[in-house]
């Protein structure tokens, strides 16, 4: 089958021209046999990507780096033990970060770091 796209200019310059714009197309269009008519799509652009990977502390090159980065956010686990985080817990640690201009990760660590040792000190 063959099918015609007719592009604005400004596209095609935005995208560095006709072949990397084609080639861009293509490449996307081959990722639809995976979604179907109504499936709500998330289109990040570059800029969105690197403050994501940034946030994240991780490498986004698929949706599953996405949801894997995310979930580990959402999750405190130690050994086999996991708890999940409410959205209201990791607002709060997102917040708690955020105002004392740290990572997350070094947030969860002030707070983890020292209940564990008490409880450990105590078994």
């Known amino acids: 089958m063959k099918v015609v796209v007719n592009l604005p200019e400004e596209v095609v310059?935005?995208?560095?021209?006709?072949?990397?714009?084609?080639?861009?197309?293509?490449?996307?269009?081959?990722?639809?046999?995976?979604?179907?008519?109504?499936?709500?799509?998330?289109?990040?652009?570059?800029?969105?990507?690197?403050?994501?990977?940034?946030?994240?502390?991780s490498t986004l090159d698929t949706p599953d780096d996405l949801v894997k980065a995310t979930e580990r956010l959402a999750v405190v686990k130690i050994g086999t033990v996991e708890r999940p985080l409410t959205p209201g817990e990791a607002e709060r640690i997102k917040a708690y970060a955020a105002s004392h201009q740290i990572s997350e990760e070094v947030a969860m660590h002030q707070f983890l770091d020292p209940l564990l040792d008490q409880w450990l000190e105590a078994v």
């Open 13 to 57: 310059e935005a995208m560095g021209g006709l072949v990397p714009a084609a080639d861009g197309l293509i490449a996307r269009l081959h990722a639809l046999p995976n979604y179907r008519v109504g499936d709500r799509i998330v289109v990040v652009d570059n800029a969105a990507r690197h403050r994501l990977e940034a946030a994240l502390n």
